[in-house]
C-alpha cells in the first residue's frame, strides 16, 4: 500500500471530494508497546473505540492480545481480523443468542454481568446440549463506580451498587473458578485519582462478600490528548494502579487488567474534510456529526486542527464548522482555529480522530463516505513519543491547533 508522507501529498495528489480518513500504524503500534511494556498487568483493546481490522492486526502485531468485545458483531470481526486473539464479551446485557455463539463458536470465555438475571442467562446459553454447565467460565462482575474526573460519563447506565454487589459475587463464585471485578471510570479520565476511587470501591466490595477475587480490571478511560486536555503522563496512573491494586484483599497471584480503547487508537488516525462553504466564522465541511465529528458535535469535544494550504497568510481566528447533512444538529462549535483568511475549497486536517472518529460514521443524508490513506508523519499530539527527556516533563505535545 502506498504511504504518504503527510495530509498535504495526500491532498495534493487526490484533490478529495469526500473526507480522507489518514492512519498513521507506527502510531498505534507505539501506543501497544507502551501500555504492553509500561502498564503493571494485561491491557485488552476496547474494540468499539475504533474496530478498524487493519488497526486490530497492527495491536496484535504489538503484543495486545485480548479485546474487549461489546456484541456478536465485534466477536465476529475480531474473531475474523486476528483469529488467535483473546476475546473478553465486555458488554454487561447480552442476548442469550450472542452469549451461545460467542462461546460454543468462536470461544469466548471471559464475560462480565451486573445482574443475577444476567448470571442465569450466562450459564444457561453456555450449558452444552445435555445442560450440564460450562467448567471454564471466567466471570467479571462490574462494579458502579464515579465518573466524576472523566471527560464523558459512563456512571448511570452499567455496574451493579455497592450495597448489592456481596451477594452477586458470591452467587457467581459459585458458577466459575475464575472470578473478577470491573469497573469503568468513564471516557478521557484526567486524573489517576479517578481509579483510586474506583479499586477503593472494589475493596469495599471485596470486603463484603468475603470471596476469592482471581482478577481485577480497572477498565477503559485512560486520556488522550487534545486542545484544553492534557492529561498528566499516563506512567503516573500506571503507578497510582499498580500501588492500590497490591493493596488489595486478593489471591497473591490475582491478575490486573485494563480494557483501553481512545488511548490506544487516538493518536491513529485524523481526517481531511474539505471547506465547501464560508459564511463568517462559520465553515461548511464535508463531515460532521453523523460522521467523524460526532464527538465534536454532540458534547463539544474540541480536536486540533491545521489548514492544509500554503497561501494563508491571516493570523489564526476562530470558526464554528457545519457539516454536510441538513441538519441544524450538524454543528460543532468548536471553537477551532484556523487562517482568516480560509476560504470554500480549502482543506483542513483534524486530528486525534483514531478514538470513536471513523467507528462513529453514519450514511446519513447519503454523506458516509471516506476513503482511508496511509501516513507517515506524527499524530498532532501524543502521549507516546519516545524523545521526551523526561517522561514527567509535559513536552510531549507536538501541536494542538
Ligand atoms: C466496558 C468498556 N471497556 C472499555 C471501554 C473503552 O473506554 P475508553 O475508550 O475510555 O478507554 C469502554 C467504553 O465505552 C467500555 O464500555
Known sequence: MHIYPDASAVVRDLLPDEPVILNRPQAAARAARFFVEKFPGKSLYAVKANPSPALLKILFDNGITHFDVA??????????????????????????????????QHGVKTFSLDTMEELEKIVSACSDEAGNPAQDLRLLVRLRVSSEYAEL??????GIDLADAGELLQVTRQHCDWLGICFHVGSQAMSPHAYVQGLERVRAAIADASVVIDMVDVGGGFPSIYPDMEPPPLEDYFSVIHRHFYELPIAYNAELWCEPGRALCAEY??????????????????????????????????????????????????????????????????????????????????????AYGA??????NGFGDAEQVDVADEPMASLFRGDRADPRASDNVVSLR
Open 71 to 104: 456484541s456478536i458483531a465485534e466477536v465476529r470481526l475480531t474473531r475474523e481480523a486476528v483469529p488467535e486473539a483473546e476475546l473478553c464479551f465486555m458488554h454487561p446485557v447480552k442476548t442469550a443468542r450472542a452469549i451461545r455463539e460467542a462461546y460454543h
Open 153 to 158: 460519563s459512563l456512571a448511570s447506565k452499567f
Open 269 to 354: 488516525s485524523s481526517l481531511i474534510v474539505r471547506v465547501e462553504k464560508r459564511r463568517g466564522d462559520e465553515l461548511f465541511i464535508n463531515d460532521g456529526a453523523y460522521g467523524a465529528l460526532y464527538d465534536a458535535a454532540h458534547v463539544d469535544w474540541r480536536f486540533p486542527v491545521a489548514a492544509l494550504e500554503d497561501d494563508l497568510r491571516d493570523p489564526l481566528e476562530e470558526f464554528a464548522f457545519f457539516g454536510p447533512t441538513c441538519d441544524d444538529a450538524d454543528y460543532m462549535k468548536g471553537p477551532f482555529w484556523l487562517p482568516g483568511d480560509i476560504k470554500a475549497d480549502d482543506y483542513i486536517e483534524i486530528g486525534m480522530l483514531g
Open 359 to 364: 467507528a462513529m460514521k453514519t450514511g446519513f
